[in-house]
C-alpha cells in the first residue's frame, strides 16, 4: 500500500511554542495536501502543493505554515501554538487521479 | 456553507445484513465521488469511488450508486462484517482541481 508517514503521531505542547509537524512520502507523487480534522467534523484542507516550490491555502484558514523544498516532504509549522490549534492533522498525497493516500495523523494538543 | 453532507454520524447493523451509508452533496460541478474508510487513530483509507459518468460502481462487497438529480451518493455494504466497524467518509472533487471536500462522516458499528 501507500508509504506515507507522518510524526509525531502524538504531541502534547505548551502555549506559544513553534512546532514542526513531518510529513513524508516515498511513492514520487506530486501533489501532497494538510487537512485538518476535529473529532465528528469533516476533514478541512488547510494546504497544499502540486509540486516542489508549490504552496497553496487551502478552504479553511489556517495560522500554520507549510514549505515543499523535495517532492517527497510536506513540513507543517506552528510558529506559536495556541489551544485553538488543538486537532488532528492529516496528511495526505496524490499522483493527480482522484485518489489520495493518508499517513496516520498527528494529533496534536495544546496546553 | 457545507457542499458535502452525511446526516447520519452514526449506524449499526447486525453482521452479515446490509449497510446502507448516505451522502449528499450541492455542487454540480462535483465529477468525481470517493469513500474512504477511517480507523481510530488511523488515516482514511481509500475504499471505492465513481465518476459521474456512471451510476453505479461495484467492488467486492462494496457498491456506490450515483443519482446526480437527486445529488445524492450512496455507500451498500453487503454482507456486513465487523471489521466493516469504522468511520466513512464521503469526499467530492471537481475534475483538473485535485481537491477534496469531505463530508463529516458515518460512524458504522457491525454488531456480531
Known amino acids: 500500500e501507500a508509504d506515507i508517514y507522518q510524526t509525531p503521531r502524538y504531541l502534547v505542547i505548551g502555549t506559544g511554542k513553534k512546532i514542526t509537524l513531518e510529513c513524508s512520502q516515498t511513492?514520487?507523487?506530486?501533489?501532497m495536501y494538510w487537512y485538518q480534522q476535529d473529532p465528528g467534523m469533516e476533514l478541512h484542507l488547510i494546504h497544499y502543493?502540486?509540486?516542489?516550490?508549490?504552496?497553496e491555502k487551502g478552504d479553511l484558514s489556517s495560522e500554520s505554515t507549510v514549505s515543499r523544498i523535495r517532492t517527497e516532504h510536506f513540513p507543517l509549522t506552528l510558529e506559536s501554538a495556541r489551544p485553538s490549534h488543538t486537532s488532528q492533522y492529516l496528511c495526505a498525497s496524490s499522483t493527480g487521479g482522484p485518489r489520495q493516500f493518508f499517513g496516520p495523523g498527528t494529533r496534536l494538543t495544546v496546553l | 456553507d457545507q457542499q458535502v453532507k452525511q446526516n447520519s454520524p452514526s449506524l449499526s447493523v447486525q453482521e452479515g445484513r446490509i449497510s446502507i451509508l448516505n451522502c449528499d452533496y450541492t455542487n454540480s460541478m462535483f465529477d468525481y465521488f470517493l469513500w474512504y474508510k477511517k480507523y481510530p487513530a488511523e488515516g482514511p483509507t481509500f475504499l471505492i469511488s465513481i465518476s459521474s459518468i456512471k451510476d453505479k460502481n461495484e467492488d467486492g462487497r462494496f457498491t456506490v450508486f450515483l443519482n446526480k438529480s437527486a445529488k445524492h451518493l450512496s455507500l451498500h455494504i453487503v454482507p456486513s462484517q465487523p471489521g466493516d466497524s469504522a468511520v466513512y467518509f464521503c469526499?467530492?472533487?471537481?475534475?483538473?482541481?485535485?481537491?477534496?471536500?469531505f463530508g463529516t462522516g458515518t460512524r458504522l458499528k457491525v454488531l456480531a
Open positions: 502543493s502540486y509540486g516542489v516550490n508549490s504552496t
Open positions: 511513492m514520487g507523487h506530486d501533489k
Open positions: 469526499a467530492a472533487s471537481t475534475s483538473g482541481t485535485y481537491k477534496y471536500i
